[in-house]
């Protein structure tokens, strides 16, 4: 193409944002701006060739960070703390994007956000679906199951206490490394916009918490008992381990849905996408089983 496309990633300060930046140079996809509040925390981007552009999802004036911009990946923010915020910012990146003039937005949302989901911040990441759906806009939304990385909050207690307390029952996870879901984004991003288009970034293979503690064992040599309790217990169990009250019901949330089989969803996508095959769990706890072993 002699035209090479701009492609605009915000939250490029994030692991997520930072490492599709990195791999969109790489791959010498176009002209790429890594956007986020407050660029001086990217600086080595801009010397491996990304333009550095100060993107804040609140400033009235965000459509003039998108101007000249083809291409947006927009990735969900964290403001969680106030209820309404995220959904609103994501809202105003949709309309800014609209208003400069991008031709296609792709969006990393959360397995089976429509309503009925236990997971409080699913309502943010349907919102938003929703709001690209009626923008005109092309768009691509990507459903980033849990990252294998977010293990890494939970197992270290796990390991030093030999007991995994899971309200999650029978339920799977197809859990994705964040390095794929990176490598998933970049490829959508850089590809030719086609319309709209929706997938599931998952791992290879859905997994009970049993399964998940066995392959974590055999890494480690060390054992887990899984202990079931009730939605309740668990989240009084994160509060009396010194879990902050607003957070343990987010994630005892997460227990929750996959209970309910909402996260147990394993697809080709990450193959599709990006013609690797997705890092299964046991690669990641065969790479990380010294971080695991020990509590932060």
């Known amino acids: 193409m002699a035209n090479q496309p ?7 300060s994030g692991h997520l944002g930072r490492r599709a930046v990195e791999l969109l140079l790489e791959a010498k996809a176009g002209h790429i701006i890594a956007g986020t509040r407050d660029p001086s925390k990217i600086a080595d981007l801009a010397v491996k060739g990304a333009e550095l552009r100060k993107v804040d999802f609140d400033d009235p004036a965000l459509a003039d960070a998108f101007k000249g911009v083809d291409r947006l990946l927009l990735i969900s923010t964290d403001a969680l703390d ?16 609209k208003k400069a003039g991008v031709k296609h937005v792709v969006y990393t949302s959360m397995p089976k956000p429509e309503p009925g989901s236990p997971i409080p911040f699913a309502p943010d990441h349907y919102g938003t679906e929703q709001a ?10 990507l459903r980033n199951a849990w990252y294998q990385e977010n293990l890494f909050l939970s197992l270290p207690s796990v390991f030093a206490s030999g007991k995994w307390f ?3 029952g029978d339920g799977k996870v197809a ?5 794929d879901a990176a490598y998933a984004a970049a490829a959508a991003l850089a590809a030719l916009p086609n319309g709209s288009s ?18 974590a064992s055999e890494a480690t040599g060390k054992p887990i008992e899984v202990v079931n309790v009730n939605d309740d217990q668990l989240r009084e169990g994160m509060i009396a381990a010194g879990m902050p009250d607003f957070l343990a019901p987010v994630y005892a949330s997460f227990d929750t849905n996959t209970r309910l089989g909402k996260a147990a969803l394993a697809s080709d996508a990450v193959q599709k996408l990006t013609g690797r095959q997705p890092r299964s769990l046991k690669q990641f706890f065969a790479a990380n089983k010294d971080a695991l072993l020990h509590t932060h």
């Open 198 to 215: 929706r997938y599931d970034i998952t791992g290879g293979e859905a997994l009970t918490t049993q399964d998940i503690a066995k392959l």
């Open 82 to 97: 106030t209820p309404g915020k995220r959904l609103k910012q994501h809202k105003a990146a949709v309309e800014a994007a």
């Open 6 to 12: 701009t492609l605009l990633v915000t939250g490029a």
């Open 175 to 179: 859990h994705v490394s964040r390095e």
């Open 132 to 141: 690209l759906a009626e923008s005109g806009l092309g768009w691509t939304v």
């Open 166 to 168: 899971s309200a999650a």
